[in-house]
């Protein structure tokens, strides 16, 4: 295995295991068993670190070929991927858990700065992700040009509050709400096709 994928490996094993912990870079060369000069010279800072780690693990969870596939509508393709997105905090019981560990984490008063830092880094990967779905439909002349960043934060809130609906006791499936929200947020945007 190279040296580079033994420690994003390492990396996304120790995020894994703490629930987004902190995640340090003395940590996950001991982890990786390289020295912290070799883990310097392909990541240089906690960052670059982190921002590699969470990149990879999207991809591995959610790769993109979903959003190049032209057999499908282009609205269709973003409502899927987005769809995605807001499954990965699961649902009833688990995604409780899982907002549960978010305000423990990142939004408690007593979260450290550090730990803060982690969830700031995993918001920009997703920003980016989403940013990267709208370039591609642009790409292919299915959505209009346009400020793709404040287009991908307002699919997030959106994305978002589905997320905390799933972690809520409600009488009927989210998942039909779901559709209906992220159906409606898509057909905001200027679509040409």
Known sequence: MDTRRKILDAAASMMEENDGQRLTVRAVAARAGVGMGTLRYYFPTQRVLLDAVLAAMYESA???????????????????????????????????????????????PDAPDDVR?????????????????LSVLVEQGALEEGDNTARAYFLLSVVNGLVLWRALPLAESALTREVDALTLAAEALPFTL
Do not use: C, K
């Open 62 to 108: 959610m790769p993109d070929d979903r959003i190049h596939d032209t057999a499908l509508p282009a609205r269709q393709r973003l409502v899927d991927n987005l769809g995605r997105l807001v499954a990965t905090i699961g649902t009833g019981d688990e995604a409780r858990r899982r907002w549960e560990e978010t305000f423990r984490n990142y939004i408690s």
């Open 117 to 133: 830092a982690t969830y700031t880094a995993f918001d920009e990967q997703v920003t980016r992700r989403v940013e990267t779905w």
